[in-house]
């Protein structure tokens, strides 16, 4: 079992950046897929981005691409979403995901359903 925890939501105008951190603990990081959801008021979770095992593949939404950049650290438990050119619309509650599927390189793809634990959500505010 792992544990989940997001930080590095905030306020920030358009066209800014923010990183988020998502830090486990429990079982080995190195033992999960990860990804990063996002759910705005009234609208259901929605995927942002995914990391293999290994961090050796990616994969992403379309409409984060190019802006979004989803990172690990295995030594330091530690997966990172680097977001810039934020915009209004990306207001939201950010919650990282992991799943203990798959092979080290394996890609989890965009359901909730694949993933088996998730942390309690940071979120991030954009303003125009």
């Known amino acids: 079992q792992v544990q989940l925890v997001e930080s590095g939501g905030g306020l920030v105008q358009a066209g800014g950046s923010l990183r988020l951190s998502c830090a486990a603990s429990g079982r080995t990081f190195s033992s999960y897929a990860m990804g990063w959801f996002r759910q705005a008021p009234g609208k259901e979770r929605e995927f942002v981005a995914a990391?293999?095992?290994?961090?050796?593949?990616?994969y992403y939404t379309d409409f984060v691409k190019g802006r979004f950049t989803i990172s690990r650290d295995n030594a330091r438990n530690t997966v990172y979403l680097q977001m810039n050119s934020l915009k209004p619309e990306d207001t939201a509650v950010y919650y990282c995901a992991a799943t203990s599927s798959g092979s080290s390189n394996w890609l989890p793809g965009p359901r909730a359903w694949e993933y088996d634990y998730w942390g309690q959500g940071t979120q991030v505010t954009v303003s125009s």
């Open positions: 990391i293999s095992r290994n961090g050796g593949r990616t």
